[in-house]
């Protein structure tokens, strides 16, 4: 009997080990709805074609954001619903106050139709990333994962699935094994985003981590940048050290939340010569 049991447990962990890493895509696009300036961004999901993502008006901000989602259809097109998050339909569901229709890779041209009024614009948008450059296509991500037990806030010890290395393939040829991290997987979930990290238009990964052991700021990521010389990521300390961050391709910043003497405060970082450095630091409104 416990042959058996260990035989089931060992075949369990190979099929949970080789299980096919998620990747998601972030693509930053400026442009206009008819005349009106606005930034977006969308997470494209490959496997399922899944689109998640928000824009802004310039006119209004970006504490004015709009919620996107959708799905990318063949073709290249792209058909999102645009929800107001802070307004609240009869069915206590967030209100849905537009759709895109769009077409298109690092171009995308297509309408806006107003939900209420049916009036439709025209809307054209372009890329900030160089996809041409480096093709989110051609990579591949296989993460070797395993079950390890660690202590969590409540001092309990539990089993939580970690990732100790990463294999990345670029047009099915291994380009380069990633070790020397530890760390558990945010929601038991093998998965690399891309997304420009430095802001020099090629996608850079992070993976989605998670500290049991903690109350709060218990997420973050590990970061890993594209070296265009040598066309491989390498782990970048400052930024892991960092932990959870915001990257803003509009302006060319990144931004994280701490605690201060009296209030949050929303420090604000800034790239130069490869690091990066504290710009300036702000209380959070």
């Given amino acids: 009997m416990k042959k058996t049991i260990t035989l089931a447990g060992f075949l369990l962990f190979t099929i949970f080990c080789s299980a096919q890493t998620k990747t998601t895509i972030i693509y930053n696009f400026t442009g206009a709805v008819s005349k009106y300036p606005i930034e977006m961004q969308l997470q494209i999901t490959p496997a399922t074609n899944t689109v998640d993502g928000e824009y802004y008006y310039l006119k209004s901000g970006i504490g004015a954001k709009l919620d996107v989602k959708g799905l990318k259809k063949s073709g290249d097109s ?24 769009l077409q298109g890779k690092d171009t995308l041209t297509g309408t806006w139709k107003n939900e209420k009024t049916g009036a439709i614009l025209p809307v054209k948008l372009t890329m900030r990333e160089k996809i041409n450059l480096l093709q989110p296509a051609d990579f591949n991500f296989k993460m070797k994962t395993y079950q390890g037990k660690m202590t969590d806030a409540g001092n309990h010890e539990r089993m ?28 038991n979930s093998a998965e690399v985003i891309m997304e420009d990290l430095n802001f020099d238009g090629y996608l850079d990964i992070k993976i989605p981590v998670y500290f049991p052991e903690r109350t709060k700021y218990d997420g973050s990521f590990v970061y890993f940048i594209y070296n265009k010389s040598t066309g491989k990521f390498e782990k970048n300390k400052q930024l892991i050290d960092l932990e959870y961050l915001t990257f803003d391709p509009v302006k060319k910043e990144i931004y994280r939340y701490d605690e201060g003497p009296d209030t949050i405060v929303k420090n604000y970082y800034k790239w130069k010569d490869g690091k990066v450095y504290l710009a300036r630091t702000e209380k959070d409104n």
């Fill in 78 to 101: 792209i058909l999102l619903t645009e929800e107001n998050f802070r307004i609240r339909d009869k069915n206590n569901k967030f209100l849905v106050t537009g759709s895109f229709s």
């Fill in 160 to 187: 939580y699935t970690k990732s100790n290395q990463l294999d990345i393939y670029r047009n099915n040829k291994l380009l380069q094994i990633i070790n020397g991290y530890d760390e558990c997987l945010s929601e």
